[in-house]
């Protein structure tokens, strides 16, 4: 059994120049670590750097998900389509679900989720109240056929994820279950080293009522999300329903203004020199029915493309000819004497704003002072626009701060939507047949690898967390050759091996530049230094990658040392 590991032996072929079209700093890192190689979009092998710290993920994983009676499986990564179109995803799924057919013709699905095939497994085996809740889960290679794959690991094809399914009797009991996992994803991110918030989600294709999104701070983020720092309520833009400060355009007679060469809100409300958010704008769109609808939003906010979707279905904006064919004016459209055939909309934030300054439907003209109830009125009032930094928290009122975030987790309350669909029913205590009720639990493994290398890292490199480090020292003797020098480095890396910690030796022979430059590009959060002139005088120089700190410690006890450090730093 091998003490270390030797550098001249591992398979990690560095880069010196920053690969093209790597834009996130985990993509660059990983690929000029050695850690990833492109096979083709969205598609990438992990070498052996990688693989080590995906496997140290996967472990604490597997330890948070014992701690709370979750079993490990695997169901098959095919599954049949028969199963979708039970659930009712076949369709509604969309592109991004992979699909094939075998020799025979049939045709299956290459899991992005496994919802079908695990509520497929228990619904003849879960048969009574007696035999709940029991929660399942397997870790493993998902696949979606992204559109435009990217950002290395953050959007691809095929990626690693653990998925699991908790199935209870009853609410309460999903309620529990829930719970626990979500307790078990908060320790899951400490222990990886993530800073991630628990956020208020959209379900999404998974359905259900209930969600949380957990979101790693990190600026090259893809998620939206605000949050209180002082209530911790955190929520991403697409959920999100915040306090609004609105201001009305004032009591009075609704008066008609000229407004010529208006282009946007920011136009109108630097003519009339109020913020936009005393301003209302409107938003003409064609809903999935085919309805022309107009929405009504604060001018300060945006509309929400998730949350219109759930009102209009899969809308589009009109387009110019579209707007000429009802009747209507981009740039000047109000509810005051809408054209007939337009179904009116606005967010639930105007509703308490009794007078609006909005356009006139007339070239180059507003309206100040439109009453509602008295010049014009809603008929369906919607949760459409994405929350944004100064808002208030729903919670405690505080003004809300804005952040990117990289989503790594997700829990979802699913409650009977695949049970009911695929008929997957227990006896409860009273002998009657019901659904069960579940959940549904997802960590993108091979994602969280990648959002802590955005958190970790510099100029430098990737600038690992001990737990999930591929080694947690590099010894790096400058001089392998010398006498002195490398008899002192591997005795070092042994000691610290038998001491049960992870050691890389860069047994090269390179010079010490070479061998700083990969270091610090690979990242192990300790480095022991071996020169000729401090082993000479009985010392090593110590460095920690994350801070750059530099002590000259006695050889002799160094490993002891580094050892005691490593085992406070692990997960």
């Known amino acids: 059994m091998k003490s270390f590991h030797k550098m001249s032996k591992l398979y990690a072929p560095t880069?010196?120049?920053?690969?093209?079209?790597?834009?996130?700093?985990?993509?660059?890192?990983?690929?000029?670590?050695?850690?990833?190689?492109?096979?083709?979009?969205?598609?990438?092998s992990y070498l052996p750097l990688a693989w080590r710290s995906l496997l140290k993920i996967e472990q604490i994983i597997r330890e948070e998900m014992d701690a709370i009676d979750a079993q490990e499986m695997l169901v098959p990564i095919l599954t049949d389509e028969d199963l979708w179109k039970q659930s009712g995803r076949w369709n509604a799924y969309g592109p991004e679900l992979?699909?094939?057919?075998?020799?025979?013709?049939?045709?299956?699905?290459?899991?992005?989720?496994?919802?079908?095939?695990?509520?497929?497994?228990?619904?003849?085996?879960?048969?009574?109240?007696?035999?709940?809740?029991?929660?399942?889960?397997?870790?493993?290679?998902?696949?979606?056929?992204?559109?435009?794959?990217?950002?290395?690991?953050?959007?691809?094809?095929?990626?690693?994820?653990?998925?699991?399914?908790?199935?209870?009797?009853?609410?309460?009991?999903?309620?529990?279950c829930y719970d626990q996992e979500k307790d078990a994803y908060a320790k899951i991110c400490e222990r990886i080293g993530l800073r991630a918030l628990q956020v208020v989600a959209d379900s999404g294709q998974i359905g259900g009522d209930t969600s949380v999104e957990f979101m790693a701070l990190a600026e090259a983020g893809e998620a939206e999300l605000v949050y209180c720092d002082d209530c911790g309520w955190a929520a991403d833009v697409e959920a999100a329903t915040a306090g609004v400060s609105l201001q009305s355009s004032g009591a009075g007679a609704c008066e008609r203004i000229h407004t010529p060469q208006i282009a946007t809100i920011e136009d109108l409300a630097d003519q009339l020199g109020v913020p936009t958010s005393a301003t209302v704008k409107a938003l003409a769109l064609i809903d999935q029915e085919g309805n022309n609808v107009v929405c009504f939003v604060p001018g300060s906010h945006e509309l929400n493309d998730c949350k219109a979707e759930k009102y209009f279905g899969e809308y589009h904006l009109m387009t110019e000819d579209e707007l000429k064919e009802v009747g209507l004016i981009r740039g000047f459209i109000g509810p005051v004497n809408l054209p007939q055939d337009i179904e009116v909309y606005a967010d639930c934030t105007l509703k308490d704003i009794e007078y609006w300054t909005i356009g006139a439907n007339e070239v180059d003209?507003?309206?100040?002072?439109?009453?509602?109830?008295?010049?014009?009125?809603?008929?369906?009032?919607?949760?459409v626009i994405s929350a944004k930094a100064g808002d208030a928290c729903p919670h405690c009122g505080a003004a809300l701060k804005s952040a990117r975030g990289i989503e790594v987790g997700q829990v979802f309350q699913l409650g009977t939507k695949y049970s009911e669909a695929m008929g997957a029913t227990f006896m409860d205590v009273n002998g009657r047949e019901k659904p069960l009720v579940m959940g549904c639990y997802g960590i993108g493994v091979s994602r969280a690898l990648a959002a802590v290398i955005e958190q970790y890292h510099d100029a430098n490199g990737i600038c690992w967390p001990v737990s999930v480090a591929p080694y947690e020292v590099e010894v790096i003797p400058?001089?392998?050759h010398d006498e002195v020098v490398w008899p002192v480095a591997s005795r070092i890396a042994t000691e610290l091996s038998e001491l049960g910690v992870e050691v890389l030796l860069d047994d090269r022979k390179e010079r010490p530049?070479?061998?700083?430059?990969?270091?610090?590009l690979m990242g192990m959060p300790y480095q022991v230094i071996c020169g000729k002139k401090a082993v000479v005088n009985g010392v090593v120089e110590l460095k920690h990658r994350a801070t750059g700190e530099r002590s000259e410690v006695a050889f002799a006890e160094v490993a002891q040392m580094l050892a005691q450090k490593i085992t406070e730093q692990r997960a």
């Open 98 to 176: 992979m699909r094939m057919h075998d020799r025979h013709e049939h045709i299956y699905a290459l899991g992005p989720t496994h919802e079908e095939s695990f509520t497929d497994l228990v619904r003849n085996e879960l048969r009574s109240y007696k035999q709940l809740p029991v929660t399942l889960y397997q870790i493993q290679d998902k696949f979606r056929d992204e559109r435009r794959p990217r950002f290395g690991l953050m959007r691809g094809r095929e990626f690693i994820m653990k998925d699991g399914y908790s199935f209870s009797a009853n609410q309460a009991s999903l309620q529990e």
């Open 365 to 383: 003209y507003h309206l100040l002072h439109a009453q509602q109830g008295r010049d014009f009125t809603i008929n369906t009032w919607v949760d």
């Open 513 to 520: 530049g070479v061998k700083f430059a990969d270091a610090d």
């Open 478 to 480: 400058l001089d392998v």
């Open 15 to 44: 880069l010196k120049e920053d690969p093209a079209n790597a834009e996130l700093a985990s993509h660059r890192l990983m690929l000029r670590a050695g850690m990833i190689r492109k096979g083709a979009a969205g598609l990438y």
